[in-house]
Every structure is written in structure tokens, then in C-alpha cells.
């Protein structure tokens, strides 16, 4: 089994910034894509952003040029640094990982989610 555990969320103001941490635990012999989606109030999970292992990343058109993905490949550890936030960004924020474990089988796992509030 894997756990994975958000850190870093909270409550700023419109045009603040927050880092959202997420660490990955357990049965883990590499994770392919780490990255973060989010949930607003009466709408779907969506993608915010991504990073696979070889560094490629993959954005939601409404976060590029605030949003930054970044991993700590050897720390099993994903990163989301958020800029110029927004009132529309508010959202539960879900960490997203796609892990093989030691018998070569792969498998999703989410983290319980973390709220990010913007607001004046």
C-alpha cells in the first residue's frame, strides 16, 4: 500500500502565494506522474498540474504562468508553488500519484485532500 500526505494549504488573500507539499509513503519502487488536482465546490476533480519522471510537465490552461510542479524524485515528494492567487482557485487540492511498486505492478493513489482558501 501507498499513503500519501498533502501539507501546505491554508487561507491568503487574492494575489498571495502558497506551497503545497505532498509525500509519498510505502510499498514504492518508482513513481511515474506526481502531481495535483483539485476540487471547487459543487464541480469535478480536475487536473491543475503534473510531472512525470522525466521531467515533463502538463499544466491546466487556467493556472500556467502562476502554478509551478516541481518533484523530489529521490524523496518521493511532489511540490506545488502558487502564485497570484485567485478567489476561483479555492478548492480542495488532491495529490495524484501513479506508483509501481516492488512486483512491477502499477496503481493510483490520491491523498485526502487539502483546502486552499483565497480570499480577501
Known amino acids: 500500500q501507498v499513503q500519501l500526505v498533502e501539507s501546505g494549504g491554508g487561507l491568503v488573500q487574492p494575489g498571495g502565494s502558497l506551497r503545497l507539499s505532498c509525500v509519498a509513503s510505502g510499498n514504492i519502487f518508482m513513481i511515474h506522474v506526481m502531481g495535483w488536482y483539485r476540487q471547487g465546490p459543487g464541480k469535478q476533480r480536475d487536473l491543475v498540474a503534473a510531472m512525470a519522471k522525466d521531467g515533463s510537465t502538463n499544466y491546466a490552461d487556467s493556472v500556467k504562468g502562476r502554478f509551478t510542479v516541481a518533484r523530489d524524485i529521490a524523496q518521493n515528494t511532489v511540490y506545488l508553488q502558487m502564485n497570484g492567487l485567485k478567489v476561483e482557485d479555492t478548492a480542495v487540492y488532491h495529490c495524484?500519484?501513479?506508483?509501481?511498486?516492488?512486483?512491477?505492478?502499477?496503481?493510483?493513489?490520491w491523498g485526502p485532500g487539502i483546502q486552499v482558501t483565497v480570499s480577501s
Open positions: 495524484d500519484a501513479d506508483v509501481e511498486n516492488t512486483l512491477g505492478s502499477v496503481e493510483g493513489y
